[in-house]
């Protein structure tokens, strides 16, 4: 992988990556994806992908009410908030 | 041994004193929890309960109710859990008590929890050496006899191999054993709960605990009530330990020379105990390292997207625009090993290169089921060592994270095809102990378990640390 195709990756990946870190990482990735490139020698025609083993089907969980509520636990997780919502940066 | 000795040691004064002292000489030397609390009163009626009063350490990527949940990740660092995983609400109706949460790699990335970014983890048995990964503090605190067993989980050896590097048993449960409720998420389609104990019947009785299916995970099956028979088919009964057949793999390369002694002697101990031993090839096994990391990272790249700084986790409050605060504050939160591997899902997932690799790997998934399947036909079980070598020193030149990864390699299979395995204890070689793993077919723990036992008596009881004292 070259310096710009880890460029986009770090973009899609929402990463900054300074000058020292681009240099590390071109090299990690470079390495490790040419060792992923050892797979192309497997022969996998009529072999189906396996996504999740024993996942057998959808499960819905019976409609009911619960006692519990989390929501205020989770809204004091929020590293800025005004009551109930959470604080972000000006979007507009 | 069993765990009822450890029943209601928190309640009694005297033992309670005891332990504690026990417990802080040790975790000063070894570091294996980033959170702990001795003095909380054992709320449990100790005699009554199956593991009534029981302590147990629990890996901190596992939500445990009013504990810190850092993943050992400083994007996580002050995050408190709200709620409870599945596995250690079961394990507390069941009496146990949750003392602290084990150190490890961040996010689970790793094979020496030296990649935690927030406390070092030593091996007991050799303070300069490391515990193994990721779930490196869970092996520690028990092999140190801090708690009798402890949560892990293993998304591609995670427990096997930190169980192997200090001595102690460790259950990668079949995929959707245990739910998964509660666990953070790094490879979904790959991870389970497992067990670190100190016996063969801790490990047992922890995973009839925490086992079954949860309506809080979709993914968490049904388990059926004995092990699945030679054909597969659930509720027969297993086949006896002493006459198993026990597949071995031939021609193993790169082991350390301790490691390749240990696996030959371990095949002698099964045989001369009347399991039939079978030489078998296992092809795909040199393929399993390249399509567990392409899965591994894709999925983690995936999981990981939700630290953005906006709802929970660290938050770089300097950035001036919403997207530089989510930008900057993954930059700053996660470390490196996690960034490369996000960096890695990211571009396996990039449109134009998913055949190339993520479905490529998918399809090698499914041979090395195939793989699994063949050899389960004929054979019970399969013996396996966990890692080519034993425990390393901490910053060991020889074995980066590059060549970390390739040594999963007798791991990583096992998560691929979904099935279980359970690492035990040898009779260590140049002071270290050294881990054989067991594998079987999905459902066949308790099969696992009856073969693990059979060595465990041979030896007496597994070897200790030393300083390491029973209660």
């Known amino acids: 992988m070259d310096i710009h195709e880890l460029r986009i990756t770090a973009e899609l990946a929402m990463l900054d990556l300074d000058e020292r870190e681009m240099k590390v990482f071109e090299a990690e990735v470079s390495k490790t994806l040419e060792y992923f490139a050892q797979m192309n020698a497997v022969d996998v025609d009529g072999l189906e992908p396996t996504t999740h083993v024993l996942m057998e089907e959808n499960r819905a969980r019976e409609d009911r009410t619960r006692d519990e509520n989390l929501s205020d636990r989770l809204l004091e997780e929020a590293p800025e908030r005004q009551g109930r919502h959470i604080v972000i940066p000006n979007v507009l | ?471």
């Open chain 2, 1 to 471: 041994m069993s765990v009822d000795p450890w029943k209601g040691i928190l309640k009694d004064t005297q033992r309670h004193s005891a332990y504690l002292r026990y417990f802080e000489e040790w975790e000063a030397r070894i570091g294996s929890f980033l959170e702990y609390r001795l003095s909380q009163d054992d709320p449990s009626d100790s005699g009554r309960l199956p593991l009534g009063g029981v302590p147990f350490g629990v890996k901190d990527n596992i939500a445990v109710e009013g504990y810190h949940c850092t993943c050992g990740s400083k994007i996580l660092k002050d995050f408190t859990s709200p709620y409870s995983a599945t596995a250690v609400n079961r394990l507390k109706a069941a009496g146990a008590v949750p003392v602290g949460k084990c150190n490890l790699d961040e996010f689970g990335m790793g094979s020496s929890t030296d990649n935690s970014a927030l406390k070092k983890t030593h091996n007991p048995w050799d303070v300069s050496r490391v515990a193994g990964g990721s779930s490196g503090g869970s092996a520690a605190a028990v092999a140190a006899g801090l708690v009798p067993f402890a949560l892990g989980s293993d998304t591609g050896g995670s427990v096997r191999q930190p169980a192997a590097f200090c001595g102690v048993y460790g259950l990668k449960p079949t995929y959707g054993a245990v739910s998964r409720y509660g666990l953070v998420a790094y490879a979904s389609s790959l991870e389970v709960v497992g067990v670190l104990a100190d016996t063969v019947d801790t490990a047992r009785r922890v995973f009839d605990v925490i086992k079954g299916q949860d309506e809080l995970d979709q993914s968490s099956a049904l388990y059926p009530g004995l092990s699945r028979d030679r054909g597969g088919n659930p509720g027969a009964a297993p086949p006896a330990a002493s006459t198993a057949r026990i597949a071995v793999v031939e021609g193993l390369e790169g082991l350390s020379p301790e490691v390749e002694e240990t696996y030959r002697s371990s095949i002698d101990f099964y045989k001369a105990a009347g399991c039939e031993i079978q030489p078998v090839s296992l092809p795909s096994l040199d393929y399993a390292v390249a399509a567990y990391y392409t899965i591994a990272t894709a999925e983690a790249s995936a999981n990981l997207a939700r630290y953005t700084g906006i709802r929970y986790g660290y938050r770089d409050t300097g950035a001036v625009t919403m997207e530089e605060m989510v930008r900057s504050s993954r930059t700053k939160g996660f470390g490196d090993e996690v960034k490369l591997r996000i960096l890695l899902g990211t571009y396996v997932l990039r449109s134009g290169f998913q055949d190339q690799y993520y479905g490529r790997a998918q399809k090698i998934r499914t041979a090395i089921r195939n793989d699994f399947d063949r050899v389960f036909a004929a054979a019970d079980l399969l013996l396996m060592p966990v890692f080519p070598v034993q425990a390393f020193p901490h910053g060991d030149t020889s074995l980066d994270q590059f060549q970390q990864k390739l040594a999963d390699k007798f791991t990583v299979a096992a998560n691929l095809a979904g099935i279980p395995a359970l690492s035990f204890p040898t009779a260590p070689r140049n002071g270290l102990p050294v881990g054989m793993q067991l594998l079987g077919p999905v459902f066949s723990e308790q099969r696992l378990f009856a073969a693990a036992e059979i060595h465990e008596k041979s030896l007496g009881g597994i070897p200790r640390p030393h300083g390491f004292r029973s209660v």
